[in-house]
């Protein structure tokens, strides 16, 4: 019975220790500048601010940022999910020279700091003609998605008997076919889990895009809403408004697929 | 699949095949994350500046020699270290102490488990934002409840005693809902009669833990651990945005220390030798964490 009411009181405190930066951030962007810097701030959301906050964002880029973003984030995706699916498949079912060496080298790339290779990739992206260009800075981001989606994709292909693939073979469809047509939409869930970690990977991304990209027309969201640090131009309330925009679909596709990630990451982690 | 491939049965099934798809994320991988690598490597040699990237004159050990008599090198290995070990201590420890409030059933669970996960599901961008808002000296929230409670104003963000403790805060919020996570997954393979039998033995809720719970769940919270070590190495927006490294550089780990060099001082070199140290930091944690992988799937194999 102690123990219950115990136990009732750590999980309270926990959640609202976790919840409680994400109900300030609603609280912060429905108040008024008024309020957050003399008055004191309301501790609970004022929703009747609501229309004066969506005013305010109007006169943000806030929806070039997001659209900035979401090129970055799929353009991230279908590169780390073509190349992880070939990468996978590999792994998964041939056994060829290098293939150790292979499996090791992908398994180091989810060490590497990005901040190690930003400057020879500023330097490179120079001479490429890839700086200041969205389509640069995915092939940035991939590099870094693609081994989590590679071993993903390889452990759930190695869950998939190999008797399917052969009769395939028998029915004269190449090796690449098999692997579109009848392997990939095997292991859809996991190829969604892979297709979601790459996704918020490239929509979270800072240190290449604040690097890479010195167009502002070009900043996704991050680097917008980093600019707002040490700016009083704009509200604050205005700035957690759309600190929370940025955060809604993240929070909701993590939510709705928080296990597939999990055994994805940890997948990734295992397998050499 | 396009009708001349059909025709040639087994036209992937020689040794060829596997190249086949292997080599385009190689050669990609190649061009986008080894060749800088090297390039980095190789920069930490020159006295490349920023101001001319592509040219810079070999200089030898120059830069290394020149960094391992700077202090600020030790200090910023030892902010790594201190941020590395901190963080997971602190975010797996949470993460443990989360995943066993909320493993067994209870009414709004589902509510709690999703509320848990906030820290981990925001960008790193809009959860420094609040933070910061948070930690303001002047008007923060933190700042009021100090008050409130006889502390006086705390300088959050900008003393050197309470800078890194408030980075661990962030950090713990951020890390322990993905180690609670992944120990919840593992709660389940233990065993609920072997815990029941345990508690009728007497035995309280700590030995319960350590002596049925905790075998089972050790490859996970290892597994957690290593991936929260790696992910301290490399982080890099947190502390970025919320202190700069500073004050004094009392948060300034070594990718942070390397941005700076690079891009506040020009010096690609100096930025250079901080990449390379940082290199060797990852692949340790990295071959610690493959040897340990390897030698848990031979175990597995040979049961």
């Given at each position: 019975?102690?123990?219950?009411?115990?136990?009732?009181?750590?999980?309270?405190?926990?959640?609202?220790?976790?919840?409680?930066?994400?109900?300030?951030?609603?609280?912060?962007?429905?108040?008024?500048?008024?309020?957050?810097?003399?008055?004191?701030?309301?501790?609970?959301?004022?929703?009747?601010?609501?229309?004066?906050?969506?005013?305010?964002?109007?006169?943000?880029?806030?929806?070039?940022?997001?659209?900035?973003?979401?090129?970055?984030?799929?353009?991230?995706?279908?590169?780390?999910?073509?190349?992880?699916?070939?990468?996978?498949?590999a792994l998964s079912r041939f056994r060829f020279r290098g293939r150790g060496i292979a499996g090791f080298l992908l398994f180091m790339?989810?060490?590497?700091?990005?901040?190690?290779?930003?400057?020879?990739?500023?330097?490179?992206?120079?001479t490429m003609g890839l700086l200041n260009n969205l389509g640069g800075l995915v092939l940035a981001n991939a590099g870094f998605s693609?081994?989590?989606?590679?071993?993903?994709?390889?452990?759930?292909?190695?869950?998939?008997?190999?008797?399917?693939?052969?009769?395939?073979?028998?029915?004269?469809?190449?090796?690449?076919?098999?692997?579109?047509?009848?392997?990939?939409?095997?292991?859809?869930?996991?190829?969604?889990?892979?297709?979601?970690?790459?996704?918020?990977?490239?929509?979270?991304?800072?240190?290449?895009?604040?690097?890479?990209?010195?167009?502002?027309?070009?900043?996704?969201?991050?680097?917008?809403?980093?600019?707002?640090?040490?700016?009083?131009?704009?509200?604050?309330?205005?700035?957690?408004?759309?600190?929370?925009?940025?955060?809604?679909?993240?929070?909701?596709?993590?939510?709705?697929?928080?296990?597939?990630?999990?055994?994805?990451?940890?997948?990734?982690?295992?397998?050499? | 699949?396009?009708?001349?491939?059909?025709?040639?049965?087994?036209?992937?099934?020689?040794?060829?095949?596997?190249?086949?798809?292997?080599?385009?994320?190689?050669?990609?991988?190649?061009?986008?994350?080894?060749?800088?690598?090297?390039?980095?490597?190789?920069?930490?040699?020159?006295?490349?500046?920023?101001?001319?990237?592509?040219?810079?004159?070999?200089?030898?050990?120059?830069?290394?020699?020149?960094?391992?008599?700077?202090?600020?090198?030790?200090?910023?290995?030892?902010?790594?270290?201190?941020?590395?070990?901190?963080?997971?201590?602190?975010?797996?420890?949470?993460?443990?102490?989360?995943?066993?409030?909320?493993?067994?059933?209870?009414?709004?669970?589902?509510?709690?488990?999703?509320?848990?996960?906030?820290?981990?599901?925001?960008?790193?961008?809009?959860?420094?934002?609040?933070?910061?808002?948070?930690?303001?000296?002047?008007?923060?929230?933190?700042?009021?409840?100090?008050?409130?409670?006889?502390?006086?104003?705390?300088?959050?963000?900008?003393?050197?005693?309470?800078?890194?403790?408030?980075?661990?805060?962030?950090?713990?919020?951020?890390?322990?809902?993905?180690?609670?996570?992944?120990?919840?997954?593992?709660?389940?393979?233990?065993?609920?009669?072997?815990?029941?039998?345990?508690?009728?033995?007497?035995?309280?809720?700590?030995?319960?833990?350590?002596?049925?719970?905790?075998?089972?769940?050790?490859?996970?919270?290892?597994?957690?651990?290593?991936?929260?070590?790696?992910?301290?190495?490399?982080?890099?927006?947190?502390?970025?945005?919320?202190?700069?490294?500073?004050?004094?550089?009392?948060?300034?780990?070594?990718?942070?220390?390397?941005?700076?060099?690079?891009?506040?001082?020009?010096?690609?070199?100096?930025?250079?030798?901080?990449?390379a140290i940082g290199l060797v930091l990852a692949l340790l944690v990295g071959a610690v964490h493959y040897l340990i992988e390897q030698?848990?799937?031979?175990?597995?194999?040979?049961?």
């Amino acid at each position: 019975m102690v123990m219950g009411v115990l136990r009732y009181i750590l999980i309270i405190t926990l959640v609202v220790m976790a919840g409680f930066p994400v109900y300030w951030m609603a609280t912060t962007a429905l108040s008024t500048n008024a309020e957050l810097f003399s008055t004191g701030q309301v501790r609970w959301p004022q929703l009747q601010n609501l229309p004066a906050l969506i005013g305010e964002l109007s006169k943000i880029p806030i929806g070039r940022w997001l659209f900035n973003s979401g090129v970055i984030a799929a353009g991230t995706t279908i590169v780390s999910l073509v190349l992880g699916s070939l990468m996978g498949y590999a792994l998964s079912r041939f056994r060829f020279r290098g293939r150790g060496i292979a499996g090791f080298l992908l398994f180091m790339t989810q060490v590497l700091p990005e901040a190690l290779i930003v400057v020879p990739l500023y330097a490179m992206f120079i001479t490429m003609g890839l700086l200041n260009n969205l389509g640069g800075l995915v092939l940035a981001n991939a590099g870094f998605s693609l081994p989590v989606s590679a071993f993903i994709l390889k452990s759930a292909m190695d869950a998939i008997p190999y008797e399917i693939e052969e009769s395939a073979a028998i029915d004269n469809c190449p090796r690449f076919g098999i692997l579109t047509m009848i392997v990939l939409p095997l292991i859809m869930p996991s190829v969604a889990a892979a297709g979601v970690i790459s996704f918020f990977a490239g929509w979270n991304e800072f240190l290449f895009a604040t690097t890479f990209l010195l167009d502002r027309s070009l900043w996704p969201t991050s680097v917008g809403l980093a600019s707002f640090i040490g700016q009083y131009e704009t509200p604050l309330s205005t700035v957690m408004g759309a600190a929370l925009i940025f955060s809604i679909p993240a929070i909701a596709f993590f939510l709705l697929v928080q296990r597939k990630i999990v055994a994805g990451l940890t997948a990734g982690a295992v397998k050499g | 699949m396009a009708g001349g491939a059909s025709k040639l049965p087994g036209r992937f099934a020689g040794p060829i095949a596997p190249y086949a798809f292997v080599l385009p994320p190689a050669v990609y991988l190649g061009i986008f994350m080894f060749w800088p690598l090297a390039r980095q490597l190789w920069m930490s040699l020159t006295d490349t500046r920023l101001t001319n990237p592509t040219a810079g004159n070999f200089i030898g050990l120059g830069n290394y020699e020149r960094l391992l008599s700077d202090p600020a090198l030790y200090a910023s290995l030892r902010v790594t270290l201190i941020y590395t070990l901190g963080s997971v201590l602190l975010g797996v420890t949470t993460g443990v102490v989360c995943a066993l409030a909320i493993d067994r059933p209870f009414r709004g669970r589902p509510v709690a488990r999703a509320i848990l996960l906030f820290g981990w599901a925001v960008p790193t961008v809009a959860a420094s934002l609040i933070w910061l808002w948070m930690f303001n000296e002047r008007s923060g929230v933190f700042n009021d409840i100090a008050i409130a409670i006889g502390l006086g104003r705390i300088r959050w963000l900008t003393s050197t005693d309470m800078a890194l403790a408030s980075i661990f805060a962030v950090t713990v919020w951020n890390v322990a809902p993905f180690v609670m996570l992944v120990v919840l997954a593992a709660l389940q393979s233990v065993p609920e009669e072997a815990r029941e039998a345990a508690r009728v033995d007497g035995a309280d809720a700590l030995s319960v833990f350590r002596a049925v719970t905790y075998p089972h769940i050790r490859p996970a919270v290892q597994i957690a651990a290593l991936l929260v070590a790696v992910w301290s190495i490399r982080r890099f927006e947190l502390i970025y945005l919320l202190t700069g490294g500073g004050p004094l550089g009392s948060t300034s780990t070594l990718v942070v220390k390397l941005r700076q060099v690079a891009f506040e001082n020009y010096e690609l070199g100096m930025a250079g030798v901080y990449g390379a140290i940082g290199l060797v930091l990852a692949l340790l944690v990295g071959a610690v964490h493959y040897l340990i992988e390897q030698r848990r799937s031979n175990w597995m194999a040979h049961r």
